[in-house]
């Protein structure tokens, strides 16, 4: 059981680059998260998906967008990489909001640096 | 706004207890969240606890709330050196779909 799994690991881009994190999940979960950590910062939320086909900004979306057009599958897309977008970014992933027993499962993280 | 704040580092002696503390903001905080982050890896969720308990033991873990001061406490005890990671507070209301807002998280390291 893989849980959630981030690709790439790591990445470098020059100012102005596009590119696509994929997040994948196998848990079945409807909820998947995007978020963003900064030193000092914790974790502030970019966007997210409450099922297959829907997303919404969160705390921090401007620079990004998203897809689900799969249940397993959650895409943040960067169009014009910024250097105020270096970062680790983590997808997570819950069945639903019904706490405390649909925790969130987060993935091992993407390291981005934009030059 | 939701606001959770907690201090940026601690550093205790292996076998004594670490004590991490956080604040928040929203009266309306459902349930309190305490995750774990070692190096390289994503969050994992250590324990939690509804706001309406004032302490809740998990074998070393004991977590204490006030609501009144919208304080919460993470108490390991017996530190030991594999508890060295990245502690995030998290508050959450029942039923939101945004999920959790984090605390900054407060780095624990643990000295022979």
């Known amino acids: 059981n893989a849980g959630v799994t981030q690709t790439p690991k790591f990445r470098v881009l020059k100012t102005g680059q596009s590119m696509t994190l994929l997040c994948a999940q196998d848990?079945?979960?409807?909820?998947m998260y995007w978020y963003r950590q900064d030193p000092g910062m914790g974790l502030r939320l970019i966007h997210y998906s409450v099922g297959e086909g829907t997303t919404a900004k969160g705390e921090v979306p401007d620079g990004y967008n998203v897809s689900r057009l799969k249940k397993q599958n959650f895409l943040l897309g960067l169009e014009s990489a910024a250097p105020s977008q270096t970062s680790v970014y983590f997808c997570?992933?819950?069945?639903?909001?019904?706490?405390?027993?649909?925790?969130?499962?987060f993935g091992s993280g993407t390291q981005l640096s934009v030059l | 706004g939701e606001d959770v704040e907690q201090s940026l580092f601690l550093s205790v002696r292996e076998g004594d207890s670490s004590v991490i503390n956080c604040t928040y903001t929203d009266s309306s905080s459902t349930y309190l969240y305490w995750y774990k982050q070692e190096p390289g890896a994503g969050l994992q969720l250590l324990t939690y606890?509804?706001?309406?308990?004032d302490m809740k033991q998990d074998q070393r873990l004991t977590v204490l709330l006030n609501k009144k001061d919208k304080h919460l406490s993470l108490r390991i005890a017996d530190t030991q050196t594999g508890d060295s990671a990245i502690y995030f507070c998290a508050e959450g209301r029942s039923g939101s779909a945004r999920q959790l807002t984090f605390g900054s998280g407060t780095q624990l390291t643990v000295l022979p």
């Open positions: 997570a992933s819950t069945q639903g909001p019904r706490f405390p027993n649909e925790k969130l499962f």
């Open positions: 848990m079945n979960h409807e909820y």
């Open positions: 606890i509804f706001s309406n308990m």
